[in-house]
Structure formats: C-alpha cells, structure tokens
T-cell receptor, first 111, second 114 residues
Framework: GENVGLHLPTLSVQEGDNSIINCAYS??????FIWYKQESGKGPQFIID?????DKRQGQRVTVLLNKTVKHLSLQIAATQPGDSAVYFC??????????FGTGTRLLVSP | NAGVTQTPKFQVLKTGQSMTLQCAQD?????MYWYRQDPGMGLRLIYY???????DKGEVPNGYNVSRLNKREFSLRLESAAPSQTSVYFC?????????????FGEGSRLTVL
C-alpha cells in the first residue's frame, strides 16, 4: 500500500553543521515529492519539491535528492541554524489528487 | 492578506456533540483540503475539494462531512464527536487540483473530545 516513512525520528545537530533528513517511499508510481517544515503550534510550510524526472533540486540552503531505484528521498540543509529546528515531513503524490505524508522527523539544532 | 484562516483554534467537546470547523482562504485557490494530524501518524487526508462544487473522500472520511460553500470556504463537520476524533485539524489550499504544487496550510484547530 501507500507508505511514506522516515528512518530517523529525531536528528540532533550542532549549529553550522549540515543536516540530512531521510525518507523512504513505497509507491513506485509516485511522480512528485515535497518536503514540509512544521514549527511547534503552526501549520506545515513548503520547503522544496521535486518531480520524478529529476534526481536533485536545490533551493536556498536546501537540497532534495531523489533516488528512484531504492525509492529514497532526502533533504539536506546546509549550515543548519537554530531556526531550522522543527519537524520535517516528506510527502509523495501517488496520484488521485492527493499527497501522502510521512510521519515526520524532528530536527533539533543546538547553538 | 491572511492566507488560510481556520476557526476555532481550540475546541473541547463531549462525546456525541456536533461542531463545524471553518476554513477560509483569500488566495483564490481552486483546491481545498482537510487533514488531521495525530502523534506518530503524520498528516492524513479527510476530505478534499478539487474545485468549487465538488468534494471527495480522502483516507479517513468516516465520521466527517464537508461543505464547499463557495470558492473561499470549506467547512468540516463532526455530527457526533467521538474521542477518536481528538486531533489537530489543518485546512490547506493549492491552486492546482492534481495533487502537485505547494499546499498552503492554516494554523490548525486543536479539538479535544471527552
């Protein structure tokens, strides 16, 4: 069935380090993937997306990598800052006009 | 420019009571969604509306009804609340209707059913 999951429920890093958040997806038909950031008490906010015809996409301090062979998605955050502390969700679109969200990874950044 | 506005932000109900969560957007988006978020479960889609006048079930529609009142407003109704419906509810919108594109979320409505 459709399943989007994360390998690490909590990731702790030092300020200035690079962070990598991983996500596994199970539906090989998914052709669109998206990362969201959710701060405590707020709604999720879009970070970056990628379509299945791409392997990599870069934004400001963030990079998403897609490995379709092993159905793996990762979010890299460069020079992590305390303001990056949040829960990060990956989501996939397996069709049917909807996104399927993973369970989330908490990123803790220490100053 | 408020974006996506949800009301109420907090609500406590007794089992069997009914209530409606309201969502309004000023982004002129076509598609609107209701999600629920439970600890360890991520976001799960309850209902969505691809465009004004249409609604469809998501992953977990049981116990809920929706109304797409106009392009701006999409409400979620619990007719007879149950403790299993204790959750944080998020409304979201997007311009596209195919499940791609950025979703814009409201701040959430925290519902507790006793």
């Amino acid at each position: 069935g459709e399943n989007v999951g994360l390998h690490l429920p909590t990731l702790s890093v030092q300020e200035g380090d690079n962070s990598i958040i991983n996500c596994a997806y199970s539906n090989s038909a998914s052709d669109y993937f998206i990362w969201y950031k959710q701060e405590s008490g707020k709604g999720p906010q879009f970070i970056i997306d990628i379509r299945s015809n791409m392997d990599k996409r870069q934004g400001q301090r963030v990079t998403v990598l897609l490995n379709k062979t092993v159905k793996h998605l990762s979010l890299q955050i460069a020079a992590t800052q305390p303001g990056d502390s949040a829960v990060y969700f990956c989501a996939e679109n397996p069709g049917f006009q909807k996104l399927v969200f993973g369970t989330g990874t908490r990123l803790l950044v220490s100053p | 420019n408020a974006g996506v506005t949800q009301t109420p932000k907090f609500q406590v109900l007794k089992t069997g009571q009914s209530m409606t969560l309201q969502c309004a957007q000023d982004m002129n988006h076509n598609s609107m969604y209701w999600y629920r978020q439970d600890p360890g479960m991520g976001l799960r889609l309850i209902y969505y509306s691809a465009s004004e006048g249409t609604t469809d079930k998501g992953e977990v529609p049981n116990g809920y009804n929706v109304s797409r009142l106009n392009k701006r407003e999409f409400s979620l109704r619990l007719e007879s609340a149950a403790p299993s419906q204790t959750s944080v509810y998020f409304c979201a919108t997007t311009q596209t209707s195919g499940g791609t594109g950025e979703l814009f979320f409201g701040e959430g409505s925290r519902l507790t059913v006793l």
